[in-house]
């Protein structure tokens, strides 16, 4: 099972890095929504957008601890095409310092044909984490006194 995992260190307490994250484009706005309504276990369509192509994922949001984990599981189609099972984890080092790791694996029948699609995840995820990054590093320090 094939897993791509990219963790950035941020300068701010993981509440601010939690904020950033929902605020941020790593994550659809469909998500965002689910996380804000708590709807844990059912399921709901988000439209992703790769290389100039358009498709529609079933997601169910999994788990979330605010500003400690979110997790979901989405699949192209049918259930076993091709998965993935995707999450964030902040974890707080010091009262201003957060790890943010985020991370997905990968399954299904499709998944031997579309190594190229998920490499290229591994970018857009140091892309995503770095904007996360910016977001909650500014925010806090706006914030100090």
């Known amino acids: 099972m094939p897993t791509i995992r990219s963790e950035i260190r941020i300068h701010a307490p993981f509440d601010v890095v939690?904020?950033?994250?929902?605020?941020?484009?790593?994550?659809?706005?469909?998500?965002?929504?689910?996380v804000h309504e708590m709807r844990i276990g059912l399921p709901f369509r988000v439209l992703m957008s790769n290389e100039g192509r358009k498709m529609a994922l079933t997601v169910t949001l999994i788990a979330s601890d605010p500003s400690r984990h979110l997790r979901w599981m989405g699949y192209l189609w049918i259930p076993g095409l091709f998965d993935g099972e995707h999450s964030f984890e902040i974890i707080e080092e010091t009262r201003e310092c957060s790890l943010l790791i985020q991370q997905e694996k990968f399954s299904g029948i499709l998944v031997p044909f579309l190594s190229?699609?998920?490499?290229?995840?591994?970018?857009?995820?140091?892309?995503?984490?770095?904007?996360?990054?910016?977001?909650?590093e500014q925010e806090y320090a706006r914030r100090k006194p």
Do not use: M, Y
């Not at 939690?18 to 689910?34: M, Q, R, T, V």
């Not at 190229?116 to 909650?136: D, M, P, V």
């Open 18 to 34: 939690w904020k950033a994250l929902l605020s941020s484009n790593a994550i659809p706005p469909e998500i965002g929504d689910a």
């Open 116 to 136: 190229r699609t998920i490499n290229q995840t591994k970018g857009k995820f140091e892309e995503a984490n770095a904007a996360i990054k910016s977001l909650a």
